[in-house]
């Protein structure tokens, strides 16, 4: 399995960005996904989950500016981000795992088997 981000860059404060990640090698199987981040010097955190069956969760920080979704079967994953603070800056990697994951365990990084190598975002103010 491979997954590859792509869409980061930089952007102003109150800014937009897409972010994409695109999956190879899946097998027939039903996919948890998920966005997640990590700025320096901080741990990893959930940004944003979307299930097989369309369920979603999102972050507080980020509920209202940044929406998941993605094409089923699994092929594609997008994260849209609008109204981008300074504090949004990180790099951001999308994750999967097979089947279905409660809400919460849908947040936590140990919960998810394949990881992309992530990209950047820089948010200015």
């Known amino acids: 399995v491979q997954l590859v981000e792509s869409g980061g860059g930089s952007v102003q404060a109150g800014g937009s960005l897409t972010l994409s990640c695109a999956a190879s090698?899946?097998?027939?199987?039903?996919?948890?996904v998920a966005w997640f981040r990590q700025a320096p010097g901080k741990e990893r955190e959930a940004v944003a989950t979307i299930r097989y069956d369309g369920t979603t969760a999102y972050s507080d920080s980020v509920k209202g500016r940044f929406t998941i979704s993605k094409d089923n079967p699994f092929k594609n994953l997008s994260l849209q981000m609008n109204s981008l603070h300074p504090a949004d800056t990180a790099i951001y990697s999308c994750?999967?795992?097979?089947?279905?994951?409660?809400?919460?365990?849908?947040?936590?990084?140990?919960?998810?088997?394949?990881w992309g190598q992530g990209t950047q975002v820089t948010v200015s103010s």
């Open positions: 090698g899946l097998s027939n199987t039903p996919y948890h």
């Open positions: 994750a999967a795992v097979k089947y279905g994951l409660t809400i919460s365990r849908s947040l936590r990084p140990d919960s998810y088997i394949y």
